[in-house]
């Protein structure tokens, strides 16, 4: 559930009135709970790659966009629990064919199948549920993710990406979808551009594929941030190295566009001359690799004074 206002904590963020942040479910759900003060001030950019769990099964069946990111961050930004809240999250139980199921999924794939925008949608399910954080789909195009590996193979679905026993050496969205129109114009007012924490390949670098995006991104104004994970990943990606995401992340949004990094205050030393790295305590004391609300929001107020 998201944060009490505490803004007045937080005097960098507070005098910023457009601030966007781009990921997938869990991570970005946390970070945009932590930043909920801002309230319209923020909005979320969600990855619609999923082809796992009930969202998986709902896409095979069914087509349409990946949900269940965006139902996971509209959960997790929900000002106070409701009956509409404790519904949308419901999730069936048993053997049948609804079993494991999430209810907030089937909703609003219901809405997409009645022709509803995927943004209109998003937003009748924030008024039902009282939630004032923007939310976009990065695309309102079916897209699936695709890994290059370096013999020429290319697989695709976020489910086969995770299982991987090599690194790719690039990635795409298959097919090449467009942006949804007002994440552009979002991304292009932007004062401070939060990329992360969450699924490197699956949750942070699917929307920096959209080519509107990543030109959108390398003209802004906007100062551009990075959350590192605080556990590494499971699979192949754990390979991957700090230094070694900042430059995958510069290959898509250009050479020295990002500006900061916020990891772990046991990471290693990160010697990046244009960045601005901040290592410092981020962990919940319940779990150990989830980041702690307040100390987040802490952290990316004291950063964004270096930028």
């Known amino acids: 559930m998201a944060n009490q206002d ?23 759900g946390r970070l945009l709970s932590s930043l909920s003060f801002l ?23 069914h087509g349409g966009i990946a949900w269940g990111d965006l139902r996971n961050c509209l959960t997790q930004i929900t000002v106070k629990p409701t009956v509409a809240s404790a519904l949308f999250e419901y999730r069936f139980g048993g053997n049948g064919e609804l079993s494991g199921h999430n209810l907030g999924n089937l909703i609003l794939k219901a809405l997409e199948d009645m022709n509803i925008r995927p943004l209109e949608s998003l937003n009748l399910v924030r008024d039902l549920l009282h939630v004032r954080v923007g939310l976009m789909p990065m695309s309102e195009q079916p897209v ?3 890994s290059h590996l370096c013999s020429g193979k290319t697989i695709i679905g976020e489910v086969s990406i995770d299982a991987l026993d090599e690194l790719p050496t690039s990635l795409s969205l ?11 114009e979002k991304l ?3 004062e401070l551009i939060i990329l992360g924490p969450g699924s490197f390949f699956t ?10 995006v990543m030109h959108t991104i390398k003209n802004s104004q906007a100062k551009v941030l990075y959350i590192d994970n605080l556990a590494p990943e499971h699979g192949i ?31 290693q030393e990160v010697l990046v001359p244009h960045l601005t790295v901040l290592r410092t305590e981020l962990r919940a004391e319940d779990v150990h690799y989830r980041h702690d609300r307040q100390k987040l929001s802490k952290a990316i107020d004291e950063i964004i004074a270096q930028l």
Do not use: C, F, Y
Request: hydrophobic residues 40%; proline residues 6%; neutral net charge.
């Open 6 to 28: 505490l803004s007045p904590r937080h005097p960098n963020l507070n005098h910023l009135n457009n601030v966007i942040a781009i990921g997938g479910g869990h991570g970005l």
């Open 39 to 61: 309230k319209e001030r923020l909005t979320g950019i969600v990855a619609t790659t999923d082809n796992g769990g009930s969202t998986g099964r709902i896409r095979t069946q």
């Open 144 to 146: 699936h993710l695709a």
């Open 174 to 184: 298959m097919p090449q979808v467009s942006a949804t129109p007002e994440v552009l």
């Open 188 to 190: 292009a007012q932007a």
């Open 203 to 212: 949750s942070i670098l699917p929307t920096l594929l959209i080519p509107e």
């Open 237 to 267: 990606v754990s390979e991957l190295s700090l230094s070694d995401r900042i430059n995958w992340i510069e290959r898509q949004i250009g050479h020295k566009r990002l500006n900061g990094v916020i990891t772990a205050a046991e990471e």
